[in-house]
């Protein structure tokens, strides 16, 4: 029962009013966030590390997962309203939340985006709370060179799904470990790849980083489409913001169903919340009686996929909280932020911080309360922040930009450095390099090099101890078959193709 | 593509830099059976493997014909050439000048690039903006921002 104890005490922290404050202020931030295209949470967590640094963590870390959770809210009023997603993950919303807005239900819309979310999100915290002490204990276990495979099968897996192309993605995966090892190494005090700058002893912060290539890069990109004229125009709420009889019959099987895909691909390291949504939505075209509705206002297209990418946060903390590995680009900022802090995620955070663990995952339930009141009450507010004009928007989000990466260090060398990655970043974008395999291997490049070492240490530097227990081995294998995938996907996608066709 | 090769390009020259960085780390191996060259020389092996895989797509790729340019591509370059230009002039003004007043430089010539002929809403963006954020990141949460020929 000593678990239960903790959870509970959980909720004595998370109630606390101050922690309130900062789980309502990170919820509102990320429902901005959300409704705002251009920004996403990954550069709002990582602007706000800067800002909160003098901060209790516990507090800090409340505001900052309640941004990772809060943008996904807000992400599809952009898609049905716009039909451009606030956030990556609602981009299958933009199909059937759009055409509801041109027929006049732009409300029905909305209100079961904000439902869905809420029941998927709520769902997602349950099984996160259910699932993580379990796992925490079993990854006691884990040595160095546990460690060091599960990190190599999270970065294989992130590198051959997240974008068009596998090797592309290790190229970018390769490259953030490569900039995690300028600095001085820990364990022989060398400075290594400094290039004679002092600033880089200390390494490449990946504040800066993240700031250059979600933030600054972003910003390029937009002002080009205001450059080019491809605004999208702005629909009016219309109808009442709740659904009918019938529409709530019909979404319930997408919610629950949605949730579930949701927490599971959330779990799995690479897929994130974007693949989640797109299952969700090709499964409930599948199941659906009315399968030529989708794509022209089905209120099931909306539902699912916006209750999946929300289950989905709720499962992509499982691994980050219980192993200390990340599985994507959000949460790897994520972990960034705990770093900062001083604190590791993993096993060992469940037994030595309770507090903090069970007060983060209880202020996702008030989160996600306070998030269904913001999504559909109050939702006719958010949407006047899309009135403001993206060429002031843009400018003043580099300027945003500006005072977190200065913010951290007081140095002008970290300001070239986001302006470097935001042109790096969009040179990336247009020649199909992922961004977030890069962040992952940034954040977890000093852990994987340090348990590499350690493990080899242990060994007498003999690389058998990378194939000495059932879970290295395990690992490796996933690793290899992570790699593998991508040439049996396009045969899938060929096979989805011809069937929407 | 032509993209694809340049990207081929850069992975191995890539490569070699980093493998001849390596070697220039001097190392001391006490107690420590790798030391600070052994992971390294692990990713630039990767980086080399990464190569060997993206000429692999690029064979297999070779049949496909390359999507047509998208219309207006130089303007691109031009904004995005333009944008950083003067994002490094706001960045090497950012200490000499101070925050508020390389920050409304800054935009005032965005804005009125980006969202032209609306005066008012953008020079009280650009004013307001700075001064604001100033006060409160300095005053509020302790984060200092450079000060520059401002006396506050």
């Avoid at chain 1, 997603?85 to 939340?97: H, I, K, Q, R, W």
Wanted: proline fraction near 6%.
């Amino acid at each position: 029962m000593d678990t239960l104890t903790h959870i509970l005490n959980g909720f004595a922290v998370c109630l606390q009013p101050i922690n309130l404050w900062y789980t309502f202020l990170g919820v509102f931030l990320g429902t901005i966030v959300g409704v705002l295209p251009g920004i996403g949470p990954s550069a709002t967590i990582a602007l706000l590390i800067p800002v909160t640094f003098g901060m209790n963590p516990t507090s800090a870390l409340i505001m900052m997962a309640g941004v990772f959770y809060g943008t996904k809210y807000g992400g599809s009023t952009t898609a049905i309203l716009i039909r451009t997603p606030g956030e990556a993950a609602s981009v299958m919303t933009t199909l059937d939340g759009y055409e509801m807005a041109r027929k006049g239900r732009a409300g029905a819309a909305l209100a079961v985006s904000a439902i869905g979310s809420f029941i998927a999100g709520t769902l997602g915290v349950v099984a996160l709370t259910i699932f993580a002490l379990p796992l925490a204990s079993m990854a006691l276990k884990f040595g160095p060179a546990e460690y060091f495979t599960l990190m190599l099968f999270a970065m294989t897996a992130v590198a051959s799904l997240t974008g068009k192309s596998p090797a592309k993605g290790l190229l970018a995966t390769l490259l953030g470990l490569m900039i995690a090892t300028i600095g001085i190494d820990l364990q022989s005090g060398q400075p290594r790849y400094t290039m004679g700058i002092a600033e880089f002893q200390d390494g490449v912060g990946f504040v800066v980083v993240v700031v250059g290539m979600f933030a600054v890069s972003e910003v390029l990109r937009g002002l080009v489409d205001i450059q080019r004229g491809t605004g999208a125009k702005l629909l009016p709420i219309s109808g009442k913001l709740w659904l009918t009889r019938e529409e709530w019959k019909r979404s319930v099987g997408p919610i629950w169903r949605g949730g579930v895909i949701g927490f599971i691909i959330g779990v799995l390291p690479g897929a994130g919340g974007t693949i989640a949504s797109i299952l969700s939505y090709t499964t409930e075209k599948r199941l659906s009686k009315y399968p030529e509705e989708f794509g022209k206002g089905a209120i099931e297209g909306v539902a699912g996929p916006e209750a999946a990418n929300n289950a989905d946060t709720a499962g992509a903390l499982v691994p980050l909280l219980t192993l200390g590995v990340p599985g994507g680009g959000s949460t790897a900022v994520l972990l960034g932020a705990f770093i900062m802090y001083g604190i590791q995620p993993g096993p060992l955070l469940f037994q030595n911080r309770p507090d903090l663990v069970w007060g983060l995952v209880d202020s996702m339930y008030i989160g996600n309360i306070m998030l269904l009141i913001l999504n559909l009450p109050l939702i006719g507010l958010f949407v006047k922040l899309l009135l403001i004009p993206i060429g002031i928007l843009y400018p003043l989000i580099v300027s945003i930009a500006a005072i977190g990466a200065y913010g951290i260090n007081g140095s002008v060398l970290d300001l070239y450095l986001i302006l470097l990655f935001g042109v790096l970043g969009y040179i990336f974008d247009k020649v199909d390099i992922p961004v977030a395999p890069l962040v992952l291997s940034l954040v977890l490049g000093g852990m994987m090099e340090q348990s590499f070492r350690q493990a080899m240490t242990i060994s007498g530097a003999n690389p058998k101890i990378f194939f000495n227990s059932t879970i290295t081995i395990t690992l490796v294998i996933m690793s290899v078959i992570s790699i593998a995938v991508p040439f049996v996907i396009p045969r899938i996608k060929a096979m989805l193709k011809s069937d929407e066709a | 593509m032509m993209a694809d090769r340049i990207i081929l390009g850069v992975t191995l020259v890539l490569a070699a830099l980093y493998f001849w960085a390596t070697q220039q780390i001097p190392s001391l191996e006490i107690g420590d059976p790798l030391g600070p060259k052994a992971f390294p020389r692990l990713l630039g092996i990767g980086l080399l493997l990464t190569a060997a895989l993206l000429a692999v797509e690029m064979w297999k790729a070779r049949h496909e014909k390359p999507a047509p340019a998208e219309p207006g591509s130089m303007v691109h370059y031009l904004v995005v050439g333009g944008v950083a230009v003067w994002t490094w002039l706001y960045f090497y003004s950012f200490e000499p000048l101070g925050f508020i007043i390389a920050t409304v430089l800054y935009l005032l010539g965005l804005t009125g690039y980006f969202n032209r002929g609306k005066w008012i809403a953008n020079v009280s963006t650009a004013i307001l903006f700075p001064v604001f954020t100033y006060l409160m990141f300095t005053k509020g949460l302790g984060v200092s921002l450079a000060r520059g020929v401002l006396p506050f």
